[in-house]
């Protein structure tokens, strides 16, 4: 990321199994994205980003996801922000 002001914490919470993984709402959004210019400095940070949030989402979504669990996400002024179970944190 270019300037941490720009920082938007999020936690992304498995709604079936309590796991959860802090993350930036803009660094979320550029692991969505594609198509930035092969060698640019935006491509690099696309694909930072989708080495960090993919495996999460992946790996919550096939084992969670056919028993009922979503991922929702939460900002800091949610009540269920400071609900999550510690203990579940994933890096």
């Known amino acids: 990321?270019?300037?941490d002001s720009r920082r938007i914490p999020i936690r992304?919470?498995?709604?079936y199994c309590g796991a959860?993984?802090?993350?930036?709402a803009i660094h979320f959004v550029?692991?969505?994205s594609e198509g930035f210019l092969a060698g640019s400095?935006?491509?690099k940070e696309e694909r930072e980003a989708q080495k960090k949030?993919?495996?999460f989402m992946i790996k919550h979504l096939e084992e969670c996801g056919p028993k009922g669990g979503v991922?929702?996400?939460l900002r800091p002024n949610e009540?269920?922000?400071a609900a999550v179970d510690l203990a579940k944190q994933e890096i």
């Open 79 to 81: 009540s269920r922000w």
């Open 1 to 3: 990321m270019q300037n």
């Open 12 to 15: 992304h919470l498995c709604t």
């Open 71 to 73: 991922i929702i996400a």
């Open 41 to 43: 400095k935006e491509e």
């Open 30 to 32: 550029m692991a969505l």
């Open 53 to 55: 949030e993919g495996p």
């Open 20 to 24: 959860w993984r802090e993350a930036d």
